[in-house]
């Protein structure tokens, strides 16, 4: 591990390899996991630099009282919502919950979406019993699959790759559905999007180095959060 002349780690977007991570998948082969993340090393971010920067900027004004944030979205996303018709009614039932809100504290909305990535469930138990039968635990459709057999449970690392497919259609629709004409500001016009940073592979393999001002971004969403250890 390289280090800083302070004795300090060098930070890197895969430091985090070094230290013990919780709610990780166990996958069963360590070559498939490393294919996945060149992959997705190499792949266009998802969202850019100067939009995460955007966001912090309106977030900014939220905490002046110039704004109000609306955040919202499913727990654990699933492939089978990355439809015409799902995003449709998500983005009119946010938009008509932005302007009521708007409407009444007379502030523009900052709508943040739990949404294009919030594809990762923590679990309390790293094990689901049915009927005396006990297989690995359901851990969102970015690690393995719902459906109740050993085969489907499997950690598969190329859902990473599915993931950020889907992830990517999601944003293009929301960049289509947004309206720069709401409100004053146009920082608080786009759909930005958020998740939990669970899978670290993903997140991390997605954390790209800006050339404008030398600082990393987590390019998979507009901004991500931990959670706790769900242990």
Known sequence: ???????????????????????????????AVSYAVRQLQTAPPLVTAADIISLRQALAKVS??????????????????????????????????SAIISDSFSLPVLKIGRIAGQYAKPRSSPDETRNGVTLPSYRGDIINDYGFTAAARIPAPERMLNAYYHAAVILNALHGNAREGE????????????????????????????????LWYNCAAHTVWLGGSHQ
């Open 64 to 97: 002046a009282g110039q704004g109000i944030v609306l955040q919202c979205g499913d727990c654990a996303e699933s492939f089978a919502g990355c439809r015409e018709d799902v995003l449709t009614n998500w983005t009119e039932t946010v938009s008509t919950m």
């Open 1 to 31: 591990m390289k280090k800083q002349q302070d004795g300090h780690p060098l930070w890197s977007p895969s430091l985090w390899t070094h230290f013990p991570a919780l709610q990780q998948p166990e996958y069963p082969e360590p070559s």
């Open 183 to 214: 409100g004053t500001d146009p920082l608080f016009a786009p759909f930005y999007v958020s998740h939990e940073a669970l899978l670290l592979h993903y997140d991390s393999a997605l954390t790209r180095l800006s050339p404008a001002d030398h």
